[in-house]
């Protein structure tokens, strides 16, 4: 069926150019950078301000078919896939940085604006923005709010939850409100603020965000700790926060990680390791001396066989940026790429590591970890290739006994990545019925026809497939 009268309406509201329906354009956006899901919607649509976003919204809504927003595609969980077809509402366009309040030490932007564009402006006025998620030189404010993004700075400085005061948002109706503000304190009702932080896109669109702002740090250093033994970078980690140190990052590579991002980024990382623990710390320059040298001090009593402290601030960038090129450089190695997301309390993290390994081992899989340790956060990747039905058979089961681990370590599926369509089968396991059902009636109450984002998060989502069809 062609429904030519909705493209056309669309066309109306937002401008011919910026309605897409040809099948080579739809293609691009049937991806995300979740390797399993894929499919195309109906149609692609680019609006340039938020009177355009309640357009499109309404003229979906009075038809009856979902919308999906997307800012730059990079999350890991199916996020952006239009499962259910429908529009594909690509908030590219709204990328204009609107204020910097220098008194309020607050940043209002549009959705599309990306993560390191934020960073630059305000770090050139001397103040900071914490949240940096490994994809912070491609992925938008939009999606880092929708996915209460972490990052490589989680650990002192926590997530993109944790800066968002205000936003403007369209519900599925195509109504507008405004949540928060500027203000530090605000306990007016319910905090709608943080209830659309990590909503992926399924109880409004945002259209504007304000986030609060801290001084940039005077200093920072970096340090690299080499391990021939992977349950002692962990042990680490976990006696570097109970010795109540508490870094700016405290990330964990393996083996193969290393090997990978060794051969892809030429940074001089030590092969023969067989883990590496990657520390920063920021703030006045004694505090930053002193927690580096204790750090330190804890991975050598636990068996790492060197600790090289960064000597110059471009040496501690250059390791930043080849823990950040971790996926990309795993990527190479095999034609699929399985990321995933389990996330313990900081004490079970040796555990968690040796679950991961019994999987892998179990089912004859290549499994590289990396992650924010310093969160519990881990990131077990397969290597692998969904071509083969039955290895991508072994890589579920991996996965399912990866995501009861964590559980059982009293952790949760998924720290930062969401839950998208990758792990709603796996929801219950952490949240049990009676949380699945609180999350389905606010669903429910926003949304009750399911058009925003359908599909994600819940199990059970309405069938209804999509509606505009070309040809
Ligand atoms: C190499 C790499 C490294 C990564 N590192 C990290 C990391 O360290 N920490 C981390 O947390 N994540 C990380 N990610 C995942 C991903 O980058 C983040 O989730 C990011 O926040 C997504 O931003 P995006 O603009 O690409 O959003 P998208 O992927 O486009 O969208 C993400 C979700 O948000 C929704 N959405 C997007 N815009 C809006 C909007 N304006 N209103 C409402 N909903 C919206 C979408 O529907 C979707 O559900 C990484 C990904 C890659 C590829």
Not at 279 to 306: F, K, M, N, S, T
Not at 376 to 384: A, E, F, Q, R, Y
């Amino acid at each position: 069926m062609k429904d030519t009268q909705l493209v056309e309406a669309l066309r109306d509201a937002v401008g011919s150019q910026w309605v897409l329906d040809a099948e080579v354009d739809r293609t691009v956006y049937a991806y995300d950078a979740s390797p399993r899901h894929r499919a195309l919607p109906d149609v692609v649509v680019l609006p340039a301000s938020t009177g355009e976003v309640q357009a499109v919204v309404r003229l979906a809504a009075e038809r009856g078919v979902p919308v999906v927003p997307r800012g730059q595609a990079t999350n890991l969980s199916g996020g952006t896939v239009p499962a259910e077809g429908g529009i594909v509402l690509s908030l590219n366009r709204m990328n204009r940085f609107l204020e910097l309040d220098r008194e309020n030490l607050t940043a209002t932007v549009e959705p599309g604006v990306i993560t390191a564009e934020l960073h630059r402006r305000v770090e050139a006025e001397g103040l900071f923005y914490p949240p940096d998620p490994g994809s912070v030189a491609v992925s938008t404010l939009g999606g880092n709010v929708a996915e209460n993004a972490g990052g490589l700075r989680g650990l002192k400085y926590g997530v993109t939850g944790d800066y968002v005061i205000g936003l403007e948002a369209v519900l599925p109706d195509g109504d507008r409100i405004v949540t928060g503000g500027k203000n530090v304190k605000d306990v007016a009702g319910y905090d709608l603020t943080q209830l659309l932080v990590g909503s992926e896109g399924t109880l409004g669109i945002v259209t504007r965000i304000t986030v609060r702002l801290l001084p940039l740090p005077a200093h920072r250093q970096v340090a690299l700790a080499v391990y021939h033994d992977l349950e002692q970078a962990a042990r680490s980690v976990e006696r570097i926060i109970a010795g109540r140190i508490i870094p700016a990052t405290l990330e964990f590579l393996d083996r193969g990680t290393i090997e990978a991002v060794e051969a892809f980024a030429h940074v001089g990382l030590p092969t023969d390791a067989e883990a590496l623990l990657l520390l920063a710390q920021d703030g006045p320059e004694e505090q930053v001396a002193r927690d580096v040298a204790a750090a330190a001090a804890i991975c050598r009593e636990e068996g790492a066989v060197r600790v090289e402290v960064g000597r110059t601030p471009e040496e501690g960038d250059r390791l930043m940026a080849a823990r950040r090129a971790a996926l990309s450089a795993l990527a190479r190695m095999r034609p699929t790429t399985i990321l995933e997301d389990a996330t313990v309390p900081r004490s079970r993290l040796v555990e968690m590591l040796r679950a991961i390994q019994g999987a892998a081992a179990r089912h004859r899989l290549t499994i590289c970890t990396f992650g924010h340790a310093g969160d519990g956060n881990l990131h077990p990747t397969c290597l692998t290739d969904e071509r083969d039905e039955e290895e991508a058979e072994r890589v579920e089961a991996a996965f399912e006994e990866i995501f009861r681990a964590a559980i059982e370590l009293g952790g949760t599926i998924t720290g930062e990545h969401g839950v998208g369509l990758s792990k709603r089968e796996y929801l219950e396991w952490k949240l049990g019925p009676a949380g699945v059902a609180v999350m389905t009636a606010i669903k429910d109450a926003l949304d009750p026809r399911h058009l925003l984002n359908p599909g994600k998060i819940f199990p059970r989502s309405t069938p209804r497939r999509l509606v505009v069809r070309q040809g």
